[in-house]
């Protein structure tokens, strides 16, 4: 008898004849198999639930001769149903005299489509995705797709649920908001830039969440003014609001006041920076060195050490730079006061926390080049901002789905 080598230099030659022996067997099969055989099983249980709950609602199985019977069989026609798993060709019955209206839980009257497979459709548009792409992705895995209609029709259905987020009402608990804007592209008629106000509400319990977005003509005071008195009137009052957050735009600092007037204000210190970058004159000479000491200022362990860094930037650079000195100067204490508020500062020094959302939304919208009105834009904002909350709470779906049939025979008590 010959000898089996199991070391671990000849391990794999022979496993390569243990899969070939065991596949001449039947034993072992490949992954497409498995998916082939499990395709067929969604198929049969499709099947086998149209043809459970049909019987039950004419109260008779098929070839049964039941006095209580409501209807009978007149044939089938086909129905092809698109689920995450394939398309499934199912069999539906008819009635010949159709005294009753069957109802299926599976789908509803006219569905083709499972419900998860248009959410992941709809998924892969609000992840970036072109509808190109999408299309060839879900012909390749699950062999079906739908068409640029379809996907803009699936778009449409969030209508509703965006005038339920609009009009909700708003819990009381925040204590910071950070306020920014993202410009877009929208056709209004013709092709102009509109920009995107958001406002990122930070609970007393350090938890972030978008409470509300519009679209507007600009960061003007009757925009932000607007927006903010939405939120006002849904119930974010401001009783625990310490601090608003934004950039440097007067329409936002005039809104705020208007509606907020007794919180405090910070000014963005990364915009700062950022301004003080374009108007340095001399960026070659003198833009590394000014911009490492001005970042300095805010690693400072405290408000008086800021000032203190402050003041000898300014006394260094301002006859060098006297332009991009004077604006450095404009407002710059009020970027210092989130030192007022602890533990909590690296919260709201900045915009940041929101501007990490905006650059996801910027990403994901960038495949669109422009919105083609005003409506498609407030949808594809109000589906990313929810696929973002989704992501942070994952709901979680039942893992199966139990069908009860009615007894035949009522149950006897043993005594």
């Not at 008898?1 to 001449?24: E, I, P, T």
């Not at 069957?102 to 006219?110: C, E, P």
């Not at 204490?333 to 919260?347: Q, R, S």
């Amino acid at each position: 008898m010959r000898s089996l080598n199991f070391s671990s230099d000849n391990l794999a030659v022979q496993w390569q004849y243990v899969k070939r022996n065991l596949g001449q067997l039947g034993v072992l099969y490949k992954f497409e198999d498995f998916e082939f055989q499990a395709r067929g099983i969604v198929q049969k249980l499709v099947q086998d639930c149209v043809n459970e709950e049909f019987a039950l609602q004419i109260q008779a199985q098929r070839y049964e001769h039941a006095p209580e019977r409501l209807d009978q069989r007149q044939g089938t026609y086909k129905r092809s149903l698109i689920t995450t798993f394939g398309t499934s060709e199912v069999n539906i019955p008819r009635l010949r005299y159709g005294n009753v209206k069957v109802h299926y839980s599976l789908f509803k009257k006219y569905q083709r489509r499972q419900k998860k497979f248009d959410q992941m459709v709809l998924l892969s548009m609000l992840l970036g995705h072109s509808v190109r792409k999408q299309r060839k992705f879900f012909r390749a895995f699950i062999g079906d797709a739908v068409s640029h209609t379809t996907a803009n029709r699936m778009l449409r259905n969030l209508e509703s649920d965006l005038q339920q987020y609009r009009s909700k009402p708003i819990t009381d608990n925040y204590k910071y908001l950070l306020l920014d804007g993202l410009w877009v592209k929208v056709f209004d008629g013709r092709l102009k830039e509109m920009v995107i106000l958001f406002v990122l509400g930070i609970t007393l319990d350090n938890k972030k969440e978008i409470v509300g977005f519009k679209l507007a003509k600009g960061e003007t005071e009757e925009e932000i003014t607007s927006l903010l008195n939405d939120l006002y009137r849904r119930g974010l009052e401001g009783k625990h609001l310490k601090l608003v957050a934004s950039d440097g735009a007067k329409g936002i600092r005039a809104g705020i006041n208007m509606v907020y007037p007794y919180a405090r204000w910070q000014l963005c210190y990364v915009h700062k920076l950022r301004n003080l970058r374009v108007h340095i004159r001399f960026k070659t000479e003198n833009c590394r060195s000014m911009m490492r000491e001005a970042s300095n200022i805010y690693d400072a362990g405290n408000r008086t050490q800021a000032i203190d860094r402050f003041t000898r930037f300014c006394q260094r650079w301002e006859t060098l730079e006297p332009y991009a000195i004077k604006c450095f100067k404009d407002r710059f204490f009020d970027t210092l006061n989130y030192y007022e508020f602890g533990e909590d500062k690296n919260l709201i020094s900045s915009t940041n926390h929101i501007e990490r959302d905006l650059e996801e939304v910027r990403r994901r919208i960038k495949i669109q080049g422009y919105f083609k009105s005003v409506r498609n834009a407030n949808l594809w904002i109000y589906g990313i901002i929810s696929q973002f909350r989704q992501e942070e709470q994952p709901e979680v779906m039942p893992r199966h789905m139990i069908f009860f049939r009615n007894p035949k025979y009522e149950s006897v008590q043993l005594s």
